[in-house]
Nanobody, 128 residues
Framework: VQLQASGGGLVQAGGSLRLSCAAS????????MGWFRQTPGKEREFVAG????????FYADSVKGRFTISRDNAKNTVYLHMNTLKPEDAAVYYC??????????????????????WGQGTLVTVSS
């Protein structure tokens, strides 16, 4: 699975952005997907995850209620809708595909080590 993230940019605090992650190949629907973010000097942190079927969603406490993850298996795309953005949300956002098909577990879905395929990252900047 090859992943291409897009949709980052500069937004004012309180604003919204939608990130997209397009996957190549016909096996996208088999994989649980996740969004992570990273700032300089910090470890990559989990933001949100969605099961391969889309029925299970998971969020970091810091974004719960503000961000929504969704997927369109027909378009091989996973989205991250980000609302009420805060300056602390600024980071490079990465999408990732789980290493094992037709599988996920919680809390393991929050661990970057569970993901085998990563996109290149898209930068989100939030001005205060």
């Amino acid at each position: 699975v090859q992943l291409q993230a897009s949709g980052g940019g500069l937004v004012q605090a309180g604003g919204s952005l939608r990130l997209s992650c397009a996957a190549s190949g016909r096996t996208f629907s088999r994989y649980t997907m996740g969004w992570f973010r990273q700032t300089p000097g910090k470890e990559r942190e989990f933001v949100a995850g969605i099961s391969y079927s889309g029925r299970g969603t998971f969020y970091a406490d810091s974004v719960k209620g503000r961000f929504t993850i969704s997927r369109d298996n027909a378009k091989n795309t996973v989205y991250l809708h980000m609302n009420t953005l805060k300056p602390e949300d600024a980071a490079v956002y990465y999408c990732a595909a789980y290493g094992q098909s037709y599988y996920y577990s919680n809390p393991e879905v929050r661990r970057s080590s569970e993901y085998a395929h990563w996109g290149q990252g898209t930068l989100v900047t939030v001005s205060s």
